[in-house]
């Protein structure tokens, strides 16, 4: 068996996130796994470099699979790009080692939230996009982002039950930047918790619109409550940027 | 009755074009008059500055329509959009003389059609966008581009049937930018035929793709025949941007 790795792209809308389901054909993981076995005439397992929840984009995610195959790593991107469905493409990929894993060896990750900030409808950007209405205070989201950052438990920030699993992970930076009306969100992580930058957006957001007070994010994160975190932003925002090894 | 000029954007993927149509509720034109007619309770009638095919965008495209209202331009804005769907947006009205036209007070237009030279496909523009796979002569496109600049008789680049209607007309500038493995074509001119934009930009990717020479394009305009020209590429590359009066 052959080991390749590969960066896929996204457009997470009509998925229901990455992780194959039981009860549904309509995931990325299932799309890629089906499409490989068909190829390989074995029974394929894709690993990725994480879950992206239902809804969610990603421009660089990252995932593994062991193949019995005779086709070169171009081949195999050719192939599957014939195959696919025309939002979801294969980038590149390279044979690796047998021991690379895509989620183990994964050393971080970063994600991009965009939000409109306008009181008009952005057409074109609007399956990427979430808009707030309101003028955000970009200075005092920056103040409150800085707080944020750094190696915290982070467990108000994510809607996983409580389990004995350590809560605990480093933001190395969060970069916000405006483009006209519209606000990039850069989140780099060595790894983020289940919902957890929908929530850090969401809190925020809530501190752009002067619902809170930058010192309010210490509080939360030494509370380890969920419920004194911000409000869960959409999915639709949120795009998994690129994987680091 | 006031007139009011608006700006819209709109994605043309689901649409059957701008032009109001007995068979089809689903033309831009078609969604405006009901909705601005529910509005005023009298039949309102939308004046474009022209038409989209089915399947082309618009970033800027211009309309103007007499209404029987007290809102104020803002007002109408705002109720536009609260009941517009999510791929049409009204991003500007103003009241202006009853004699503005938008159509016929036009001076000008400029169109944008984006192609993606790539082997890979782009997930996150592929409705915005067609995509070349075979790398593309840019500099032998400019050069052509050069040759059906200005006042020609563009009847080799039109699908119309011929009619007594002039051909002529006056293409400014064709401005082509490289970005990455994107290209941009900015079509400005005084008024485009039906389909010209489209088969202007075939026959400039036939050039690109060494299928014609430079020279050609005098020859074609000068035949006068449609089957000279290139082919006609698909609508979802093409964007009007902004009219000009």
Same mark, same amino acid.
């Given at each position: 068996?052959?080991?390749?790795?590969?960066?896929?792209?996204?457009?997470?809308?009509?998925?229901?996130?990455?992780?194959?389901?039981?009860?549904?054909?309509?995931?990325?993981?299932?799309?890629?796994?089906?499409?490989?076995?068909?190829?390989?005439?074995?029974?394929?397992?894709?690993?990725?470099?994480?879950?992206?929840?239902?809804?969610?984009?990603?421009?660089?995610?990252?995932?593994?699979?062991?193949?019995?195959?005779?086709?070169?790593?171009?081949?195999?991107?050719?192939?599957?790009?014939?195959?696919?469905?025309?939002?979801?493409?294969?980038?590149?990929?390279?044979?690796?080692?047998?021991?690379?894993?895509?989620?183990?060896?994964?050393?971080?990750?970063?994600?991009? !939230?965009?939000?409109? &900030?306008?009181? %008009?409808? /952005?057409?074109?950007?609007?399956?990427?996009?979430?808009?707030? @209405?309101?003028? $955000?205070?970009?200075?005092?989201?920056?103040?409150?982002?800085?707080?944020?950052?750094?190696?915290?438990?982070?467990?108000?920030?994510?809607?996983?039950?409580?389990?004995?699993?350590?809560?605990?992970?480093?933001?190395?930076?969060?970069?916000?930047?405006?483009?006209?009306?519209?606000?990039?969100? !850069?989140?780099?992580? &060595?790894?983020? %918790?289940? /919902?957890?930058?929908?929530?850090?957006?969401?809190?925020?957001? @809530?501190?752009? $619109?002067?619902?809170?007070?930058?010192?309010?994010?210490?509080?939360?994160?030494?509370?380890?409550?969920?419920?004194?975190?911000?409000?869960?932003?959409?999915?639709?925002?949120?795009?998994?940027?690129?994987?680091?090894?």
């Amino acid at each position: 068996m052959r080991n390749f790795k590969m960066i896929l792209q996204y457009e997470g809308t009509r998925y229901q996130g990455w992780q194959r389901q039981e009860t549904s054909e309509n995931t990325i993981q299932g799309k890629l796994e089906t499409l490989l076995s068909k190829m390989c005439g074995h029974k394929v397992e894709v690993q990725g470099s994480g879950r992206t929840d239902a809804g969610v984009h990603a421009a660089g995610q990252v995932a593994n699979a062991h193949l019995e195959t005779d086709r070169s790593p171009q081949e195999i991107l050719e192939y599957m790009n014939s195959y696919l469905p025309e939002d979801i493409a294969v980038v590149a990929v390279e044979e690796v080692g047998e021991r690379f894993h895509s989620r183990l060896n994964a050393k971080g990750k970063t994600y991009c !939230y965009r939000v409109i &900030n306008s009181p %008009l409808p /952005h057409v074109f950007e609007r399956k990427f996009t979430y808009r707030v @209405e309101e003028r $955000l205070n970009i200075d005092a989201m920056k103040e409150a982002a800085k707080l944020l950052c750094g190696t915290h438990d982070f467990a108000a920030f994510t809607s996983a039950k409580k389990s004995k699993k350590s809560t605990v992970r480093t933001v190395e930076e969060i970069r916000i930047e405006e483009q006209k009306d519209e606000i990039f969100f !850069y989140f780099t992580g &060595n790894g983020f %918790l289940f /919902h957890m930058v929908r929530i850090l957006m969401g809190t925020l957001i @809530e501190v752009g $619109l002067g619902k809170r007070e930058v010192f309010e994010m210490t509080e939360i994160l030494a509370s380890g409550k969920r419920e004194r975190a911000g409000a869960l932003v959409p999915a639709k925002g949120l795009t998994l940027l690129n994987v680091r090894y």
